[in-house]
């Protein structure tokens, strides 16, 4: 008997069924007897960990399973190290603690180090003092709203190309999904695609198969290169009798003309096409003839079948 | 160009952090789904295992006809994939009737939303929940850890019986749990492999006698549904797969204890924090006894009962 307590589970591979089985009722019996039995041993098992009392009962700390079944999903990969994280491992730097509050000189306070309100902050900048090397006509804080507008830029972009890399060797966080851009819609500006070298020679060649001389008597440009595929791609079969081509040019012309010389030439008709075309001229017929009729006839003939049918219910 | 879509809100977040592969898993859900045919048997079958299964959100039900579903055949997993993905179930259990197989049931797994294995078996003698009557107070609580009994040499010498064995075990073992309440076992399913394609497939409620002795009395009584599996086709995971699934983590990693160090010699320290002492402060005067109403409760008390006592005229 084999006893799994991580999976609560008792298996009897010994026990034999009569190849014989016997009724419903016994086998059943049989089963639970067994079952019973298992359960017994299971629980016997179970009892002997070292349990600790709870107010809801006796807990035990289960073993691992020992009978193992598959995950649901792979294991979840490592992250690569980030650009930055090469390069500081490579130059043996290591993070340093920072504190989350620095000291303002400006408003002689402390501030938050990063985020809103923090040190340094635009907001808390009244006056810059203009230096000698200062170009004329430039706006000191404009230029400065724009040098923090280019940082932000570049580490979106580098944040973009670590994804990439992750992603890579699915190694995405659960939560970031990395999708293409939404397509061009008039009144979006999207910048338009150059088109390649390759592309700009096919599309070439296409146009100048549309003339009426499939382009052979049109002026060449400096460096063009003539189509790729001259010609027709029609083949035929092969005349003369060989291995297997020949073979099958015989069994084409053979079997259409058979088809058409049979003495069964009633096969080639198509019996239920002529079947269904019959009845349907049939039933033409029979409504041109009830039209007629029903309208030679009127209304009281009908009123006349229903009450007939009425009766006939009683 | 690529942008880096990432969700709104924080209930999102936690949807796709539930569902992202992890260490230590969450428990299987199993997706129960019929094909364009079914009879009542076959209803009632797949019914039954959803309430079986239903607990915790561990199953979901699709009642709808589903035509382009066919496990076996190339192509015709492509709906059940995409389902699985939909539903994050990676156990399904999808039930078909026709002539030439008449009250199939094709159970099977899937590993990253694609299908790991499959099983196919026919029921037979099939009794529904509804129809075993016993003392309800018996009746095993929702979604309570089952025990296993599998009975029978056919488990370890037929192929497609160890299939089947191991599947039922992952579709009705509920969660994995590290320690366990003894007083809430109240369930087995007794499976026997009768003949060498066929299993009798059994749900009993469980009852805890007093022996004498430390291990307590079993009793099983059947609660249903009860059936009986005939093995028809299954499939075993391909051997890349099955390794790549059976893998666990080499080490988990330990959560970090605060304020918690060991030392050598010490053994475990503990630190605690005390919050100041505020010595500096004057406590505020409002004591119990000085409140008005007391005050004036006890004014009243002593008026009616003793009689204040008279102030003395000063001598003077």
């Known amino acids: ?314 | 160009m690529l942008k880096v879509v990432t969700p709104k809100t924080k209930r999102a977040v936690r949807a796709l952090e539930k569902r992202a592969p992890k260490l230590v898993e969450n428990a299987k859900k199993t997706l129960i789904l019929q094909g364009t045919k079914t009879s009542k048997v076959l209803n009632e079958v797949l019914g039954d295992i959803y309430n079986l299964k239903k607990a915790n959100g561990g199953a979901v039900r699709y009642t709808r006809k589903n035509e382009n579903i066919r496990p076996f055949e190339s192509g015709g997993e492509t709906s059940l994939e995409f389902f699985s993905q939909k539903t994050d179930c990676s156990l399904f259990v999808f039930g078909s009737h026709s002539k030439k197989r008449p009250e199939n049931i094709v159970m099977g797994r899937t590993y990253d939303h694609h299908i790991y294995d499959l099983v196919e078996v026919g029921v037979e003698n099939f009794k529904p929940l509804s129809s075993f009557s016993y003392d309800k107070k018996l009746a095993p609580r929702v979604g309570s850890k089952p025990f296993f009994t599998f009975i029978g040499e056919g488990f370890e010498t037929v192929e497609e019986l160890k299939h089947l064995r191991e599947f039922l075990l992952d579709l009705f073992r509920g969660e994995v749990v590290e320690t366990l309440n003894l007083s809430g076992l109240d369930r087995v399913f007794v499976c026997s492999a009768v003949s060498p394609n066929k299993i009798v497939f059994m749900h009993c409620a469980l009852q805890l006698k007093r022996s004498g002795t430390v291990v307590p009395r079993m009793e099983l009584t059947e609660v249903g549904p009860s059936m009986d599996f005939v093995v028809r086709r299954h499939r075993l995971p391909n051997e890349d797969l099955k390794k790549s699934a059976m893998k666990t983590a080499s080490k988990l990693p330990k959560k970090k204890v605060k304020n918690v160090s060991s030392d050598m010699i010490q053994g475990r320290i503990g630190k605690i924090y005390i919050p100041d002492q505020q010595v500096g402060g004057v406590p505020k005067a409002n004591m119990k006894g000085l409140k008005r109403e007391r005050r004036e409760g006890k004014m009243k008390k002593d008026g009616n009962g003793v009689k204040p006592k008279k102030l003395k005229p000063n001598p003077t």
């Open chain 1, 1 to 314: 008997m084999e006893i799994d307590l991580g999976n609560l589970m008792a298996f009897e591979p010994q026990h034999q069924f009569p190849p014989q089985l016997p009724s419903r009722e016994v086998l059943l019996k049989e089963c639970l007897d067994k079952g019973r039995e298992l359960v017994q041993a299971l629980a016997g098992a179970l009892f002997e960990l070292p349990s600790t009392q709870d107010p809801d009962g006796p807990l035990v700390n289960l073993p691992t399973p020992s009978f193992r079944l598959p995950r649901e999903k792979h294991l979840p990969k490592p992250k690569p190290p980030t650009k930055w994280e090469q390069f500081a491992q490579k130059k043996g730097i290591k993070n340093r603690k920072k504190s989350k509050l620095a000291f303002d000189e400006t408003t002689q306070n402390w501030k938050r180090r990063y985020g809103y309100d923090r040190v340094d902050d635009d907001k808390d900048v009244p006056i810059i003092e203009a230096k000698d090397t200062d170009e004329p006509g430039v706006d000191p804080f404009a230029q400065r709203k724009a040098e923090k507008k280019k940082r932000v830029e570049k580490q979106e972009k580098n944040q973009l190309q670590n994804l990439k890399q992750a992603a890579k060797v699915g190694a995405l966080p659960s939560t970031v999904q990395l999708a293409a851009r939404a397509l061009p819609i008039t009144g979006t500006k999207e910048a338009p695609k150059k088109a390649s070298r390759d592309e700009l020679e096919s599309v070439a060649g296409l146009a100048g198969t549309a003339t009426a001389s499939g382009g052979k008597f049109d002026k060449k440009l400096p460096g063009e290169k003539p189509p790729k595929h001259p010609g027709k791609y029609r083949k035929f079969l092969p005349v003369v009798e060989g291995k297997g081509m020949g073979n099958q040019e015989r069994q084409q012309s053979e079997k259409v003309l058979s088809q058409l010389l049979s003495k069964h030439s009633h096969e080639i008709l198509d019996v239920n096409k002529a079947v269904s075309m019959f009845k349907v001229k049939e039933e033409k017929k029979r409504k041109q003839r009830d039209t007629l009729s029903t309208s030679a006839k009127s209304k009281p003939s009908k009123r006349k079948s229903f009450k007939k049918s009425s009766k006939k219910a009683r």
